[in-house]
């Protein structure tokens, strides 16, 4: 009889808590297994599907039902256990109906209340019983008192609990007690041999199996505090591993990559690169410069790049991915840019073209917007090669998209960009024959949210990092006022006297996230009050809704300096570029997320005049509202913003879509566990070159079907 497969081994029915044994199960049981009930169902959504994923579903806190506090010890305040006699149990009409209990212990009395309750409880507390009851302890007014506690009949023989009790994370389809069964049969069932050779594992370790019993059954000796704040020992050995077995998958995706061929785009003097150098209106910062020779080093070896640039808003990103996508067309191969909205991709393509056009390059524009014959032609364009760079959203990388000799991708602001579109650009990057071998294009991402130390350690090992931390000179720091609501008439008198001087002004709305309706109706109320307020001045309307070629136009008409004052919703996040705006006044910025808020900030301040920031708040703020309002009256450092962005909201959120498909780091702190991060670095690459096999089967202990994720 074929056993079945050990990962299913947690869903067959025999193997079930609860349920009956089938020792000598009917053959027929083996034709189709029986409907799945709702717990087991429930299991599989918390992702508990083989023995391992039980044994590593750790207990969120404990219950201590190993010890009975005596009653006279009870003191207001207590999560206790507790055990006496019932000498009265009725039901009382107070403010509502109630079964109150009295419990005696040894002349001491404790007061049992329980707002809903059965008959069967009732009964069970019957005058004479001897009950245990573990709950908080309060003050009443008649004497301490618990509310709705955990009770059962005992007899004086009754053995109290070894271990502490676990409480684990669970869903309301799925019974603590059930989930409880389910993991102790789990962790007894799972493969918990040690796989780390003592050359690997740091000295001192615990090892996995004496972790995870103590986690799962700790003595009741053992201090709670450390279980809570997971410094305890055994939660290292688990942080570790699970560091360990991320750190592998990065390492291992970036080991592939560096097996894998690219076209070599080698850099000639006095090629497009120097041209385009020559006719730039400036010249580059040091940042600049380096940031484009470390580009330029990776793109003339044969093996693909996977690089992120990051820098500051308005650090010049631009002009970088313009010199390498240079190099690229020089070298003979296409280069394809992507950003995540049609207004960012057209930014882009403006600069672009008035840089690359007079020298003789074809940019292709394709959008989603883009349709018919003018599409056809752009897809003409690419297929033949005539397109040496392709600039677009995301439609880039659709089916009907062929290029001739995509050598270079360039990737804007590329977290923005949901997990499924990175999914299918990687396909669409995927090697390709050129000539009898398969290469694969080089690709560039580029953010203006710098990723904190640790993170870039963890989530981003894989990635290459070059940083511009520079600004271009003759910039002014953005100064930044936070004004309540309230005093919107003195922001306004404020833009006046700025228009009236020439200078422009940005007003944007929040995005309401449940009605885009609303969010419009926002904007437009607050452009009819700037429009009637302002007489005279041309103030403009930008928001989501609107077909692009009207945006298009907008925005024109801002950059050309005609519309004064640009009312719009988060669209002009990022990308927009106008120099002679001094003026941000951002509209209820408590709803703005931290590196939202340090994105429209960074719209000003790219000329030489002073420019000032406005951000008009509602009270009252959440603490995390203020915490970000704070942050961004303290510092303009875009890294800063970043860490405190971290801080506020963890790493889960910070990361956005990059996270959504699992949750990667259920146990390590990336604020608390830096060192550990080390460790389990070093570890990943001791373990990869000495016993790569071991490695394979960390990774797969750890992250199961899960590490594809990690790749996108
Ligand atoms: P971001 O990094 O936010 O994408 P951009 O590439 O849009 O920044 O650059 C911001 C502005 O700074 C643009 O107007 C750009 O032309 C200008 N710029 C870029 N590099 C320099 C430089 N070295 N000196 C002066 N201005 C520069
Ligand atoms: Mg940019």
Redesign the pocket.
């Known amino acids: 009889m074929p056993s079945p497969p050990a990962r299913a081994a947690a869903l067959e029915p025999d193997s079930l808590p609860a349920s009956a044994p089938t020792a000598s199960a009917p053959p027929q049981a083996l034709a189709k297994p029986p409907p799945k009930s709702a717990p087991q169902k429930a299991m599989e959504k918390l992702g508990l599907r083989r023995d391992i994923d039980l044994a590593l579903h750790l207990p969120l806190r404990y219950e201590d039902e190993t010890r009975i506090t005596p009653i006279s010890a009870l003191r207001d305040g207590d999560s206790a256990q507790a055990e006496g006699v019932v000498s009265a149990c009725e039901v009382q009409v107070r403010a509502r109906r109630q079964l109150i209990v009295h419990v005696n212990d040894d002349g001491d009395e404790l007061i049992l209340r329980f707002l809903h309750f059965y008959p069967s409880q009732q009964k069970a507390l019957a005058v004479g019983n001897r009950v245990r009851v573990r709950g908080e302890v309060r003050g009443g007014f008649f004497g301490l008192e618990m509310v709705h506690p955990a009770c059962k009949v005992v007899t004086e023989a009754t053995p109290l609990a070894a271990a502490l009790t676990p409480v684990y994370p669970t869903s309301a389809q799925l019974p603590q007690l059930y989930l409880r069964k389910a993991v102790a049969a789990g962790l007894k069932r799972a493969d918990l041999r040690e796989l780390l050779p003592l050359d690997v594992l740091p000295a001192g370790m615990m090892s996995l199996r004496d972790a995870l019993t103590f986690l799962h059954q700790p003595a009741p000796s053992v201090g709670m505090e450390t279980l809570e704040d997971h410094s305890h020992p055994a939660w290292q050995r688990l942080k570790f591993d699970e560091l360990l077995a991320q750190q592998l998958s990065q390492l291992q995706a970036k080991r592939e990559r560096e097996l894998q061929r690219a076209p070599k785009l080698v850099v000639d003097r006095d090629g497009l690169q120097d041209r385009l150098l020559a006719v730039l209106p400036?010249?580059?910062?040091e940042a600049?410069r380096r940031v484009g020779e470390e580009i330029a080093a990776d793109l003339q070896r044969p093996i693909p790049m996977h690089r992120l640039l990051q820098?500051d808003?308005?650090?010049?990103?631009?002009?970088v991915a313009a010199l390498a996508a240079a190099i690229a067309i020089n070298a003979g191969w296409q280069c394809a840019l992507m950003a995540p909205t049609e207004l960012l991709a057209e930014q882009h393509l403006r600069k672009l073209v008035g840089w690359l056009a007079p020298l003789g390059i074809t940019v292709a524009w394709l959008t989603g917007s883009r349709k018919g014959k003018a599409r056809k032609e752009m897809l003409a364009q690419v297929a033949s090669g005539e397109a040496a760079l392709v600039v677009g959203t995301h439609a880039v990388i659709q089916d009907q998209v062929q290029f001739a000799r995509l050598g270079l991708a360039i990737i804007d602001e590329q977290h923005r960009f949901g997990v499924q579109q990175r999914l299918a650009l990687r396909e669409k990057l995927a090697a390709q024959q050129h000539d009898g071998a398969p290469l694969e294009p080089h690709t560039l991402m580029m953010s203006?949210t710098p990723i904190p130390r640790t993170l870039a350690m963890t989530l981003f090992a894989d990635l290459d990092v070059s940083t511009i931390d520079e600004l271009?000179?003759g910039r002014t720091p953005v100064v930044t006022k936070l004004f309540a609501d309230g005093k919107r008439e003195q922001v306004i008198a404020r833009i006046r006297d700025e228009v009236s001087q020439g200078r422009q002004v940005y007003w944007v709305c929040p995005l309401i996230e449940e009605s885009e309706t609303l969010d419009l109706q926002n904007a437009t109320a607050t452009h009819q009050h700037l429009c009637d307020a302002l007489p005279g001045q041309m103030v403009g309307l930008l928001h989501g809704r609107m077909p692009s070629a009207e945006k298009a136009a907008v925005m024109a008409l801002f950059e050309g300096g005609q519309i004064g004052v640009l009312v719009s919703t988060t669209v002009i996040e990022v990308g927009v570029?106008v120099?002679n705006a001094s003026l941000m006044v951002i509209e209820h910025a408590e709803r703005f997320g931290l590196s939202q808020l340090h994105q429209l900030r960074?719209r000003v301040g790219?000329g030489a005049v002073a420019s000032v920031c406005v951000l008009l708040y509602s009270a009252p703020l959440s603490p995390t509202g203020k915490a970000r309002l704070k942050a961004m009256l303290e510092t303009t450092d875009g890294f800063e913003i970043a860490r405190r962005d971290l801080e506020i909201r963890g790493p889960g959120e910070f990361l956005g879509a990059r996270q959504s498909g699992a949750p990667l780091l259920r146990f390590a702190d990336l604020a608390l566990d830096e060192a550990l991060v080390h460790l389990a670095r070093q570890a990943a690459e001791r373990l990869l070159d000495r016993h790569p096999q071991t490695a394979l089967a960390h990774v797969a202990r750890w992250l199961g079907t899960r590490s594809d994720y990690l790749k996108a």
């Open positions: 400036f010249g580059l910062t600049q820098g808003v308005g650090s010049g990103k631009t002009v203006a271009p000179p570029d120099p960074g790219r």
